[in-house]
C-alpha cells in the first residue's frame, strides 16, 4: 500500500475493502484449481460462476476504496 499524507474516511471500511480483496484473489485462484480437476460440464460452470460473482465483489470493493481514497 502507498504512504498518504492524509488518512482514509474511514480507515476500518479501507481495512475490511483490502482484506476482502486478497482473500477473494485466494478464493479464485483455488476455484480455478479445482476447475482444472473438474471433468463436469455442470460443475465447471457453478466454479466459474462463483468465480465470477467474487471478481463483481473485487470490483465493487476496488471502486469502494477509489471513493475512500
Known amino acids: 500500500m502507498v504512504e498518504r499524507l492524509l488518512p482514509s474516511d474511514d480507515p476500518i471500511a479501507e481495512e475490511v475493502l483490502?482484506?476482502?480483496i486478497k482473500r477473494d484473489t485466494?478464493?479464485?485462484?483455488?476455484?480455478?484449481?479445482?476447475?482444472e480437476g473438474a471433468e463436469i460440464r455442470?460443475?465447471?460452470?457453478?466454479?466459474l460462476n462463483?468465480?465470477?460473482?467474487?471478481?463483481?465483489?473485487?470490483?465493487?470493493?476496488?471502486?469502494r476504496l477509489g471513493e475512500l481514497r
Open 26 to 35: 485466494q478464493d479464485i485462484t483455488q476455484l480455478m484449481r479445482w476447475m
Open 50 to 63: 462463483r468465480a465470477l460473482d467474487l471478481m463483481d465483489e473485487i470490483q465493487h470493493a476496488l471502486n
Open 42 to 47: 455442470r460443475d465447471r460452470q457453478v466454479l
Open 18 to 20: 483490502e482484506w476482502t
